[in-house]
T-cell receptor
């Protein structure tokens, strides 16, 4: 079974631009979560999508948004990029069977650099 | 608020020896899940072990085991017979609802040959 696939692996953008990151979950997984990882803040939860609906949202500004498609693939968008948005963005999928005890399966991440 | 604390930014262990990584968490929930994830230089987070809070028995996965102390809100990871491939960043994580996980800041483990 293929793992979680994130594209692209690396991105360099300029302040003020917008960016879209893509995530394909493990086949059969309907939950997709996004996390931002930085050296100073560690891993912080952005949001979770399940069956095309946003279920949970972390404490991030509205510039961060996402969506999920009917095939469970998810995209994350960041508008009006700031230098502080430079980070590793991790996508994770889960089967969400039986409630909240399903572990997360992570992709390799997208390294975003904002200059 | 849920917080996860890993007080050891860096640890090292001799190959074949045992090392314990510490984690404490803060929660008012009674039913929740705890996890240890490993992140090697390849960046992919890999699940090492998980523990259900309602289970008193400590989880074990081969060379990895946990010491779960619910009253103390402590969840340490013991790695026995350490191998070079165990070198990575280790994150402790907590989850109680949906798939929102709270992660600690990580412990960087070095394995010395």
């Amino acid at each position: 079974k293929a793992g979680v696939t994130q594209t692209p692996r690396y991105l360099i953008k300029t302040r003020g631009q917008q960016v879209t990151l893509s995530c394909s979950p493990i086949s059969g997984h309907r939950s997709v979560s996004w996390y931002q990882q930085t050296p100073g803040q560690g891993l912080q939860f952005l949001f979770e999508y399940f069956s095309e609906t946003q279920r949970n949202k972390g404490n991030f500004p509205g510039r961060f948004s996402g969506r999920q498609f009917s095939n469970s693939r998810s995209e994350m968008n960041v508008s009006t990029l700031e230098l502080g948005d430079s980070a590793l963005y991790l996508c994770a999928s889960s089967s969400r069977r039986g409630g909240y005890n399903s572990p997360l399966h992570f992709g390799n991440g997208t390294r975003l650099t904002v200059t | 608020a849920q917080t996860v604390t890993q007080s050891q930014p860096e640890m090292s262990v001799q190959e074949a020896e045992t090392v314990t990584l510490s984690c404490t968490y803060d929660t008012s929930e009674s039913d929740y899940y705890l996890f240890w994830y490993k992140q090697p230089p390849s960046r992919q987070m890999i699940l090492v072990i998980r523990q259900e809070a309602y289970k008193q028995q400590n989880a074990t996965e081969n060379r990895f085991s946990v010491n779960f102390q619910k009253a103390a809100k402590s969840f340490s990871l013991k790695i026995s017979d350490s191998q070079l491939g165990d070198a990575a960043m280790y994150f402790c994580a907590y989850s109680f609802t949906g798939n929102q996980f709270y992660f600690g800041t990580g412990t960087s483990l070095t394995v010395i040959p």
